[in-house]
């Protein structure tokens, strides 16, 4: 695994570096005894899961509820989600191609920002400000998404959440803060589609040759709420079209479908939920399938437990099986170097689409958010 690297000052030697590179996912406890803290924020946060006016009651209500629950399915998997080793291990990982193929912003330092679980946001800000960014000496920042696909309960939950810390920790700060830029979005990406494209050619292969062709590819991705989808959010687009890019550089050697996994509570979400979609083709004598866990850049509990424990088990045919995830992939790991090297040089504080708002968007703190994203623009070259 990669080693810790150490805090960076302002000395760098390049003409614009250091650089922070900030991986910003949802995060996952990493002990059983983490999981009641961890639910406790998730279903407090009206970004992903929106419970009307009785948020901040019925939030706490249903992670209590769920806690034992879980814990039971965080024990099943190891005691704990590995989503914090693996960003840790591909930030570090990325830096490393980034010191080479990124000189002139170099050095580049990797930082992971959770939104539900330890580093937290607040964490990862506060050991920005101790290792030498801001604080009258400035610096640039890069919160880089890991999630491929955009989602205003996802990256931008997580980018209202750093954008909340910054104004708390360096609100006041008119002489050196930190710069930030947002690389927001990469559903297509080459390197990410190539790593996805190895994983199923691998997992193909281990079904013989004459039924290969026949193998029903289910491209599996987190749920959304109806209500999110309704609003105009882009997630289900960008999913779709990461499927697509990745049928293409398979040249559509078989047969797929997508469908959403992890709906939670009684309200409407997005589907065919991938449970159902699995039951109904293996009932129908299509008994030979792949799903592809095609929005998580690393395993967590929707693939180890969800996916592995309950929905392959469930279908009882030994023909459903799971493509890898990316996890420790060079070829995903050199992409995501790429998209950051690109996004260093453009000079963008974040993609032309995150400036537009979901057209059912009637959120003051979503509009602050990106305007000042957008507005750090103006800032990086200097």
């Known amino acids: 695994m990669a080693t810790v690297a150490p805090p960076v000052t302002q000395d760098a030697t390049s003409s614009k570096g250091p650089t922070a590179m900030v991986f910003m996912n949802m995060g996952g406890p990493s002990t059983t005894d983490q999981v009641g803290s961890f639910l406790s924020r998730l279903f407090a946060d009206a970004d992903l899961i929106p419970l009307g ?66 580093p937290l946001t607040e964490e990862m800000y506060t050991r920005l400000l101790d290792d030498g960014f801001g604080r009258g000496r400035g610096g640039r920042a890069v919160a880089f998404t890991q999630y491929p696909q955009y989602s205003c309960s996802t990256t931008g939950s997580s980018l209202n959440e750093l954008w909340k ?36 050619e691998a997992k193909l292969e281990s079904y013989p040759q004459e039924k290969r062709k026949d193998v029903v590819l289910l491209f599996s991705a987190h749920s959304l709420p109806m209500s999110v989808v309704n609003r105009g959010d882009t997630y289900p687009a960008e999913v779709a079209a990461t499927v697509y890019a990745v049928m293409q550089r398979l040249q559509f050697s078989n047969r797929y ?16 939920q991938t449970s159902d979609t699995v039951e109904h083709y293996v009932k129908k004598g299509q008994t030979d399938l792949v799903l592809i866990p095609i929005a998580f850049t690393s395993d967590h509990i929707e693939t180890l437990y969800e996916i592995d424990q309950e929905v392959i088990p469930e279908a009882n045919s030994a023909g459903v099986k799971r493509a890898d995830s990316l996890n ?55």
């Open 165 to 200: 810390w910054r104004n708390r920790l360096e609100g006041k700060d008119t002489e050196g803060p930190i710069k930030w830029s947002v690389i927001d979005r990469w559903p297509v990406h080459s390197g990410l589609v190539e790593a996805f494209a190895r994983n199923i």
């Open 257 to 272: 479908r997508l469908c959403w996994q992890s709906q939670v509570g009684p309200s409407a979400w997005l589907g065919a």
């Open 53 to 118: 006016r009785l948020q901040s009651y019925l939030g706490p209500l249903i992670a209590a509820r769920r806690t034992g629950k879980i814990q039971k399915q965080y024990a099943a998997i190891g005691g704990g989600s590995p989503i914090r080793k693996w960003s840790e291990y591909q930030s570090a990982e990325m830096c490393k191609i980034l010191n080479y193929i990124s000189p002139e912003t170099a050095p580049h330092t990797p930082y992971v920002a959770f939104r539900y679980a330890d």
């Open 328 to 382: 420790g992939s060079p070829v995903f790991i050199e992409g995501l170097a790429d998209i950051a090297a690109k996004h260093l040089a453009s000079g963008e504080s974040c993609s032309l689409q995150m400036g537009l708002r979901c057209q059912g968007c009637n959120s003051e703190k979503c509009r602050q958010q990106k305007e000042f994203f957008a507005g750090q623009s103006a800032y990086l070259a200097t």
